[in-house]
């Protein structure tokens, strides 16, 4: 487990985990914290600016991309915009695979380049690799997503989650840097009474003002939390990712917390972040380091407010770059400026991945969002929390933890609402004691075997 370090030591350490991970965060920190109050198009004069860099280096280095720009009509002197961009393939992890080295750069080395895996939550694991400047601007974005509440790094911060927030087994070299970073792990790969016990009764001694996690996690813990003597565990914020956060899941989360929570979104493989300030009004794209487009299912992309797939471009990463990276994730985007004064554009409307979807029989296909906000099953009051599994094109199970026993009408009134929004189906209720969880602990509200 890790080592609390003293709040005294609180910046030194952190500059250690900056020379122990080998990254520039603390440098780059300062420069997000003034950009994101720019104005718009200053803002996208940056993500243009460090785009045709992006374009210009890859031509030159990385033979994939030279070869790519060839194919899709680039001039040899044109320069790579958020416009013609557009014009490259959509980049997925089976292509990445089969291009295999011919996407890393001719400097490969030099940008100190570490191999990463995904955790494979939608069934295809993939390699690849994240460099210094990526590596380093990625936690500057997430530092300054944090920092809006008061959160300065070195500041302790409990991690609720599975194993891609910190790592599965901490192995001593782990631990040192857990305890260098103020992070206090809470693994959830298993969750019962005894083990939440434990950690609200750490969580409560310790002197942690900020959690981070996952939100399905941080939902069955606060809701703990709530029915315990103890009733509140108060931080000044909770930061959650990764899932897709429901309404309930974050009510829960508040009033166990007594904070805000703000959600974050972020894609390792993709390189990119997001945040959500005080108005909570979606998630706010870290642009200067980021390029976003939200595309149909034949690519082309969708105009503001409309949902689609998330495609990522990583503008500063050089080892190996992934233009237009197929992320999966379902959004949309919005470029109406926030109540807060930041001109960074906004993700709304996430719903988790694209893959964990309903087929209903008349073709269509409903996303996770859907369900989260869903009145039959959230007005339910036997049901505690459920899931989707979908094992074909015909059954639809819901899984349910009982808040209690329901009568055979509570089940057919959930059923009858369910079959009205999606066509005539096998449905069936099936209480359960755990939710599935992927690999690495990950909660998804619907798993799909189609597809
Ligand atoms: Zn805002």
Redesign the pocket.
């Known amino acids: 487990m890790a080592i609390e370090i003293p709040r005294f030591l609180k910046r030194p350490a952190i500059r250690m985990v900056d020379i122990a991970r080998k990254t520039d965060s603390l440098k780059f920190l300062p420069e997000l914290l003034e950009s994101q109050w720019w104005n718009l198009s200053m803002l996208e004069e940056l993500q243009a600016k460090r785009m045709a860099e992006l374009g210009r280096y890859v031509r030159q280095n990385v033979p994939y991309w030279a070869a790519a720009f060839v194919k899709a009509g680039f001039d040899d002197d044109e320069v790579l915009t958020p416009e013609n961009i557009a014009r490259l393939p959509l980049l997925n992890k089976d292509m990445i695979r089969v291009a295999g080295d011919s996407l890393k750069s001719r400097e490969f080395e030099k940008w100190q380049p570490r191999h990463k895996n995904t955790s494979g939550s939608t069934g295809v694991p993939l390699d690849y690799y994240i460099d210094r400047p990526a590596h380093s601007w990625q936690w500057a974005h997430m530092w300054r997503g944090w920092a809006q509440t008061g959160y300065v790094p070195g500041d302790l911060y409990a991690a609720i989650s599975g194993g891609s927030l910190v790592p599965e087994k901490a192995a001593l070299k782990q631990t040192i840097y857990l305890a260098l970073s103020s992070a206090l792990h809470f693994p959830t790969y298993h969750m019962n009474d005894e083990i939440m016990e434990r950690y609200s009764e750490r969580l409560a001694k310790s002197p942690i003002d900020f959690v981070y996690g996952y939100p399905s996690s941080m939902e069955i813990f606060s809701e703990y939390i709530t029915a315990s003597p103890r009733k509140k565990i108060p931080m000044k914020a909770v930061f959650t990712t990764s899932e897709g956060l429901s309404p309930k899941a974050r009510a829960a989360i508040e009033l166990a917390f007594e904070c805000p929570v703000y959600d974050t979104y972020g894609c390792n493989d993709g390189g990119i972040f997001s945040f959500e300030?005080e108005?909570h009004?979606g998630l706010?794209m870290g642009m200067e380091t980021d390029f976003v487009e939200i595309v149909d299912e034949k690519g082309q992309r969708v105009p503001d407010g409309e949902p689609g797939e998330v495609i990522a471009t990583n503008l500063v990463i050089r080892a190996m770059p992934l233009l237009r990276f197929r992320t999966g994730d379902i959004a949309s985007l919005t470029r109406e400026p926030?109540?807060?004064g930041?001109g960074l554009i906004r993700v709304q409307e996430l719903s988790g991945r694209e893959r964990d979807v309903i087929h209903t029989p008349d073709g269509r296909k409903i996303h996770g969002a859907f369900f989260t906000h869903f009145e039959a099953l959230h007005h339910a009051d036997w049901i505690a929390r459920f899931q989707i599994h979908q094992p074909d094109a015909n059954t639809f199970i819901l899984r349910v933890i009982l808040r209690r026993e329901p009568s055979e009408a509570d089940k057919q009134a959930v059923i009858k609402d369910l079959r009205t929004a999606m066509g005539d189906m096998e449905y069936r209720i099936e209480v359960v004691e755990k939710m599935m969880l992927t690999r690495t602990g990950k909660f998804r509200i619907i798993v799909s075997d189609i597809g």
């Open positions: 300030c108005h009004n706010h926030c109540e807060c930041r």
